[in-house]
């Protein structure tokens, strides 16, 4: 058998909504409506307020990730000091 490939799969990727309404919303602007120019949608107020929302969110999210990702040698670091310290 030919053992070419090697490693697991990671599993099915994470479906991004906003990138495919990203996407369909540039189609129909630039298909149905024949305008390829960005600057035709300029957000509202509340939609700014809800993107401040979701990143503050997202920002959350994300540095509990990276604190769990940490974890183990955070613990490994103060271990090291306190045997330093206790001599």
């Keep these: 058998m030919d053992d070419s490939i090697k490693g697991g799969s990671t599993g099915v990727p994470q479906y991004n909504k906003r990138k495919f309404q990203q996407r369909r919303?540039?189609?129909e602007r630039e298909m149905i409506y024949g305008?390829?120019?960005n600057k035709t949608q300029e957000p509202t107020e509340e939609q700014i307020?809800?993107?401040k929302k979701r990143e503050a969110k997202e920002a959350e999210i994300e540095s509990i990730r990276i604190e769990k990702r940490?974890?183990?040698?955070n613990t490994?670091?103060?271990?090291?000091?306190e045997r330093?310290?206790?001599g």
Excluded: E
């Excluded at 490994?76 to 000091?81: G, N, Q, S, Y």
């Design 76 to 81: 490994i670091k103060k271990r090291k000091a």
């Design 84 to 86: 330093m310290k206790n």
């Design 35 to 37: 305008d390829f120019s």
């Design 70 to 73: 940490r974890r183990g040698s």
């Design 25 to 27: 919303v540039k189609f």
């Design 49 to 51: 307020a809800l993107k």
